[in-house]
T-cell receptor, first 113, second 113 residues
Framework: QQPVQSPQAVILREGEDAVINCSSS?????VHWYRQKHGEAPVFLMI?????EQKGHDKISASFNEKKQQSSLYLTASQLSYSGTYFC??????????????FGQGTTLQVKP | EAQVTQNPRYLITVTGKKLTVTCSQN?????MSWYRQDPGLGLRQIYY???????DKGDVPEGYKVSRKEKRNFPLILESPSPNQTSLYFC????????????FGQGTRLTVV
């Protein structure tokens, strides 16, 4: 079953912050985050593993709450280049030996000047 | 350059005419998978492969076949395409299952008329 992302879409002004949430009905082994620009392939942002710490680079970071089976992606001081569709992907604990990666429906982020 | 290569990038075909979309990676990755992307539904997994001669169904396998005869190649076969298979298709590969970055191909936009 696909993880559920919220919100579905968000519009920001440059410099504003955003949070994208990803929720699963299954206990998770790992959570992946990807960004897709229009007409391009998804590009890896980060991965969070069960038992791991919050990750981040530059102004994009993410957390993973294993108990709640949720992950959040934090974008601070957004830039125009952050525009795109963000996908979370999850690997359930029961699928850790197969690595079956299931993606959410995506969150479209638009950053305006 | 490390990459996943899909061909063709665009394809228009008629209902029932067998087609193959090729996928090749040059990173010696064991794990490969196929996704389709449709508006509002995100990326849905069609098939995945954990190694040569090891393949398994994803969430939407109906109407598709795959093979993994060599580590680098993972073709997607539509034996009798139908209009509901019109979609954007992505091939992806990763070094390991579940806990490493997935690299995506450029995508194949398929239209079945």
């Amino acid at each position: 079953q696909q993880p559920v992302q919220s919100p579905q879409a968000v519009i920001l002004r440059e410099g504003e912050d955003a949070v994208i949430n990803c929720s699963s009905s299954k206990a998770l082994y790992s959570v992946h985050w990807y960004r897709q620009k229009h007409g391009e392939a998804p590009v890896f942002l980060m991965i969070l593993l069960k038992g791991g710490e919050q990750k981040g680079h530059d102004k994009i970071s993410a957390s993973f709450n294993e108990k709640k089976q949720q992950s959040s992606l934090y974008l601070t001081a957004s830039q125009l280049s952050y525009s795109g569709t963000y996908f979370c992907g999850t690997v359930a604990i029961g699928s850790s030996n197969t690595g079956k990666l299931i993606f959410g429906q995506g969150t479209t982020l638009q950053v305006k000047p | 350059e490390a990459q996943v290569t899909q061909n063709p990038r665009y394809l228009i075909t008629v209902t029932g005419k067998k087609l193959t979309v090729t996928c090749s990676q040059n990173m010696n990755h064991e794990y490969m998978s196929w996704y389709r992307q449709d508006p509002g539904l995100g990326l849905r997994q069609i098939y995945y492969s954990m190694n040569v001669e090891v393949t398994d169904k994803g969430d939407v396998p109906e109407g598709y076949k795959v093979s993994r005869k060599e580590k680098r190649n993972f073709p997607l076969i539509l034996e009798s395409p139908s209009p509901n298979q019109t979609s954007l298709y992505f091939c992806a590969s990763s070094f390991d299952r579940g806990n490493t970055e997935a690299f995506f191909g450029q995508g194949t936009r398929l239209t079945v008329v």
